[in-house]
């Protein structure tokens, strides 16, 4: 079974802090994404990964930025968190062609 | 600009009963389309699939149908049963370029099953 999993479940932070998201998976998967999930908004795709170091933007990358430098981790980080940054963020790989697979998401608060 | 849409944000159904969710989308690059389901406080889990070039996909009591004409496609889950009540995402990867593996996805149908 693929397993890919986010460092925390609830993160409360507050407003200007730099904040790093983690997510590990254990499938020797190419691909690595980013996903931020609002209600009414569905999953909108803030970055991905294709390959170690290798990064594209999604369709919402501001205030985001990312880091790949082993093929198991990506990490997504706010470098100066705001309130609008409040959400859930879902981490997800995949071979070259979906399914992709997601971890349990980490809700993150910003106060 | 939505480019896969899910026009219902909920729906009820009895149990037993057949479950229809629908999704519409704009893209004709898009060639692979995917249906997740989403229980609270979990992430997005794979249900089924469908390609471009088929119409119909079954998986047990899940089946996916694709109208490009239409550019809709629909799931079906017969019979509905309470452990069915979830969100349900519908998604597209579009063909072009190296964007074949990113999935655009619609805002999601929250299904409810009465026992």
């Known amino acids: 079974d693929v397993k890919v999993t986010q460092s925390s479940r609830y993160l409360v932070k507050r407003t200007g802090e730099k904040v790093f998201l983690e997510c590990v998976q254990d499938m020797d998967h190419e691909n690595m994404f980013w996903y931020r999930q609002d209600p009414g908004l569905g999953l909108r795709l803030i970055y991905f990964s294709y390959d170690v170091k290798m990064k594209e933007k999604g369709d919402i990358p501001e205030g985001y930025s990312v880091s790949r430098e082993k093929k198991e981790r990506f990490s997504l980080i706010l470098e100066s968190a705001s309130t609008n940054q409040t959400s859930m963020y879902l981490c997800?790989?995949?071979?070259?062609?979906?399914?992709?697979?997601f971890g349990n998401g980490t809700r993150l608060t910003v106060t | 600009d939505q480019q896969v849409k899910q026009n219902s944000p909920s729906l009820s159904v009895q149990e037993g009963r057949i479950s229809i969710l629908n999704c519409d989308y704009t893209n004709s690059m898009f060639d692979y389309f995917l249906w997740y389901k989403k229980y609270p406080a979990e992430g997005p889990t794979f249900l089924i699939s469908?390609?471009?070039?088929?119409d119909k996909n079954e998986d047990g009591r899940f089946t996916v149908f694709l109208n490009k004409s239409a550019k809709h496609l629909s799931l079906h889950i017969v019979p509905s049963q309470p452990g069915d009540s979830a969100v349900y995402f519908c998604?597209?990867?579009?063909?072009?370029?190296?964007?074949?593996?990113?999935?655009?996805f619609g805002t999601g149908t929250l299904l409810a099953v009465q026992p």
């Open positions: 997800a790989s995949s071979f070259t062609r979906p399914p992709l697979h």
């Open positions: 469908i390609s471009s070039i088929k």
């Open positions: 998604a597209a990867s579009p063909n072009y370029g190296g964007a074949t593996n990113k999935l655009i």
